[in-house]
């Protein structure tokens, strides 16, 4: 159980700490941070939706969620200098949704793909137990 309360805690430091540098990054205005939001959250729940074929989480599954979100922040930071684009220029439409699914995707979708492999986990210790 308390692997659930640490998940939440992770998911809402990384969800907190990826939008709002995107929010001062790349969508400066309001819109363009709840079209970021709605891809946060869809991508969070589509992960949960994929298919786990092993109940135990790997070493290598821990490691990848600290590295996406450390590269994720990083880009998310110099994307503006990548693309020549001014920093205080707003971003249109395509290239806001583009970014925005492409930057905070990943993350959320392992977010939401550990909350599945968690709950597989929890379950089946559960029902050993029993």
Request: charged residues 15%.
């Amino acid at each position: 159980m308390i692997i659930f309360i640490a998940l939440g805690i992770i998911a809402s430091v990384f969800q907190l700490s990826i939008l709002r540098e995107f929010g001062f990054s790349i969508a400066k205005n309001e819109l363009s941070f709840i079209l970021a939001t709605g891809i946060w959250i869809c991508l969070c729940a589509l992960g949960s939706f994929l298919r786990v074929k092993d109940k135990k989480p790997s070493f290598l599954f821990f490691n990848l969620l600290p590295v996406l979100f450390s590269a994720s922040v990083a880009i998310i930071h110099l994307v503006k200098s990548l693309l020549n684009i001014p920093y205080y220029e707003t971003n249109g439409l395509i290239l806001t949704l583009t970014l925005s699914f492409f930057l905070v995707g990943p993350t959320a979708f392992i977010v939401g793909y550990s909350f599945k492999r968690f709950s597989f986990r929890l379950i089946g210790e559960k029902n050993a137990d029993s």
